[in-house]
């Protein structure tokens, strides 16, 4: 899998306190194999600081609220929560290896690269007890990690000390080479897995459909020397339903952790957006698959995505196509035989008179009693809403899926 | 300028945009099942809020041939040929649009089956920033005018943004996006 950045994107990302990027022309980031189940190991470890947290503020909130008896159980259970978290996280650490991530950065000029390495290695080996390292071509540091903060502040100084331990006992590199008029950095446990391929066919890139490029791509930073390359994914596994609605339901319920005001709307937009995914999943199924990704442009921008078709079969229909200068919007779809969503009106209602709850909660006094007087009213003929649902169902059932939709501006 | 209007004089004439939706049917006797269930809904909503349902049988249609189908046609209390909703049902498709003239040339148009079946979708920003420009320009309202000033930024960028799915009869789905830059 491999992401490329130009200049523009560096420039956003500048804002973001990144430090000095004037000498970087662009950037690209691959992830080589093994790297993906290196990511996902985090996972628990992600999930363990999200739950002490979170069973800190419940807690607190419970010893509020409770009497001596159910202060003690309480007490109990947060206790017994935070050892089991500290297993896991210790057990996830202790087994930690890293595959190698790469990191090409293009200098503007080439002499500017081992001017970039420099900077780096020199800032690298000031950090507190690293240590220098080399490995072939590759100048690094080996990191020495240790873990601060609040997260630790929860456990005991015993299990402090071991999470510091198992810390230390983390291989993590940090590795450096310079190569035509670019900088690359992988990030590693072992440094001796590192290697930068000889050619297309050994790049991260290879099979995802970049024949295009040709002879004038060079094989190490193919990302970072063709300018017209964006993006490649090779047969990453993913589920496309579960990432796109996933982050959905993780920024709302970050906004629901920082707006306390607007809290009620956000969990329930996390509910709806739960249940819509559901829903998707009818069409889409959860599991996870192979996708090749590619984006790239020329006189156009393009994306190109493949993945397996999950059984959904479609045939061609002899639909009308309603395109034109002034369409706004043409959709046209064919026959689609296997995968058809089969809307459930009464869970969808019930989202949406949840959404529409949750936002009249978040309005102003006055606001808020019309929204609920509106909901009142709204409830009155929820029963005959359902009724429309279920005929509709029945109606767009007698129809075959495919279609043609037009908006125009003018005739 | 925009073709069609809704209003009295000239000077309160709204544009509005022609929608036409022409839908594939593999079953017709269903298709009015489905209709007569719709309208029960319907007659039942209207009930309980105390209204007469009669209307509801009283339609002023108007039937014009269009081809081998009938266009059926809601006669409304203004003239505007763009909006003039429109229903034409045949054993094969289904076509409902805001625009008599549109849902006849879309129930006349031949539809050619494509070499491999797709789900195709095309935005245009610029036809959209002209309408809502124009429709804020006679409704004075600056929600709308700044809707357009947005459509007429995007279309700046971009002329032509189009994404086609197809799936492959060996079982592989592919997406295809192609964003045209304006020129």
């Known amino acids: 899998m491999a992401v490329r950045m130009d200049e523009g994107t560096l420039k956003l990302l500048r804002a973001g306190d990144v430090g000095d990027l004037s000498d970087i022309d662009s950037a690209a980031i691959a992830f080589g194999a093994g790297s993906a189940e290196t990511l996902s190991a985090l996972q628990p470890v992600i999930e363990v600081m999200g739950e002490c947290s979170e069973n800190e503020s419940m807690g607190e909130m419970w010893m509020e609220l409770a009497d001596e008896l159910p202060q003690r159980i309480i007490a109990a259970q947060v206790e017994q929560r935070r050892g089991e978290n500290f297993e896991r996280m210790v057990g996830v650490l202790r087994s930690w290896h890293t595959a190698p991530i790469y990191a090409v950065l293009s200098a503007k000029k080439a002499e500017l690269a081992p001017g970039m390495q420099e900077q780096l290695l020199a800032s690298l080996t000031a950090q507190e007890g690293a240590q220098a390292a080399e490995q072939g071509a590759w100048k690094g540091v080996k990191l020495a990690l240790h873990a601060d903060g609040d997260l630790l502040e929860q456990f005991s100084v015993l299990q402090q000390m071991q999470i510091q331990d198992a810390l230390k006992g983390m291989p993590l590199y940090i590795m450096t080479q310079v190569r035509d008029n670019s900088l690359v950095v992988v990030v590693c446990s072992d440094p001796q897995q590192a290697q930068l391929p000889e050619g297309t066919a050994q790049s991260v890139l290879a099979g995802a459909g970049t024949a295009f490029m040709g002879a004038h791509a060079k094989p190490l930073a193919a990302l970072s020397l063709e300018p017209n390359l964006y993006a490649a994914l090779n047969n990453c596994r993913m589920s496309p339903t579960r990432t796109m609605t996933g982050l959905c339901s993780g920024v709302f319920k970050t906004m629901a952790e920082q707006d306390a005001a607007s809290r009620p709307l956000y969990q329930t937009a996390v509910q709806a957006v739960d249940n819509i995914a559901r829903q998707l999943e009818t069409l889409s199924p959860a599991e996870t698959r192979p996708v090749t990704l590619l984006a790239w442009s020329d006189d156009k921008l393009h994306i190109e995505m493949e993945s397996d078709a999950h059984g959904m079969v479609m045939q061609p229909a002899a639909t009308p196509e309603v395109n034109s200068p002034n369409t706004i919007l043409s959709v046209r779809a064919d026959r689609c035989v296997g995968g058809t969503v089969h809307l459930d009106w009464p869970t969808l209602l019930t989202s949406c008179e949840q959404l529409a709850d949750g936002m009249a909660a978040t309005l102003e006094p006055e606001s808020r009693f019309s929204a609920q007087s509106a909901m009142a009213q709204y409830r009155l003929f929820s029963n005959e809403a359902a009724q429309f649902g279920q005929a509709f169902s029945s109606w767009s059932g007698a129809l075959d899926g495919s279609f043609a939709l037009a908006i125009q501006a003018d005739g | ?183």
């Open chain 2, 1 to 183: 300028m925009p073709a069609s209007m809704v209003g009295g004089s000239p000077a309160q004439m709204v544009p509005v945009p022609r929608i036409v939706l022409s839908c594939g049917v593999q079953n017709r006797a269903g298709l009015n099942e489905g209709w007569n269930l719709l309208l029960h809904a319907a007659e039942q909503s209207l009930q309980k809020l105390g209204q007469d349902t009669s209307f509801l049988n009283e339609l002023p249609v108007t039937t014009t041939a269009s081809g081998e189908a009938a266009l059926y046609t809601l006669a409304l209390p203004f003239n505007c040929p763009d909006m003039s909703p429109t229903i034409a049902v045949t054993d094969s498709r289904l076509t409902i649009g805001s625009s008599a003239a549109l849902c006849d040339s879309v129930v006349k148009a031949p539809g050619a089956l494509p070499q491999q079946p797709s789900v195709s979708v095309v935005f245009r920003p610029k036809p959209l920033s002209d309408l809502l420009k124009a429709e804020a320009d006679v409704m004075q309202d600056e929600d709308m005018a700044e809707a357009a000033e947005n459509a007429a930024a995007l279309s700046l960028f971009v002329r032509e943004a189009s994404a086609t799915v197809t799936v492959t009869p060996a079982d592989r789905m592919l997406l295809k996006v192609e964003v045209t830059p304006a020129e």
